[in-house]
Nanobody
């Protein structure tokens, strides 16, 4: 049984930081590309960042420089460090594991950026 469990969401003031974690089980973690997506109220889900097993990563253009994705294959965990948060970063953040045509989603963690 595959499980992706996100944690680390919460409420933060503009300019603050949060670190999201996603712990995976039931997959050969290092073989999967891992990604973070987010979905704001009334908007489509969008890709935030992706990281491959070897550590190469790419980001949504609008988020480069503020967000950093990383992974620890030994811990089956992927992270998203979010800095200089803005109110428009408010969303549910989802973890995704993908390999070829196979993909799995986590249940999401809420991030609220508000003063």
């Amino acid at each position: 049984q595959v499980q992706l469990v996100e944690s680390g969401g919460g409420s933060v003031q503009p300019g603050g930081s949060l670190r999201l974690s996603c712990a995976a089980s039931g997959i050969s973690f290092s073989l999967y590309a891992m990604a973070w997506y987010r979905q704001a109220p009334g908007k489509q889900r969008e890709m935030v960042a992706t990281i491959w097993g070897g550590g190469s990563a790419n980001y949504a253009d609008s988020l480069k420089g503020r967000f950093t994705i990383s992974r620890e294959n030994a811990k089956n965990t992927v992270y998203l460090q979010m800095n200089s948060l803005k109110p428009e970063d408010t969303a549910v953040y989802y973890c995704y594991a993908g390999r070829g045509a196979t993909g799995y989603w986590g249940q999401g963690t809420q991030v609220i950026v508000s003063s």
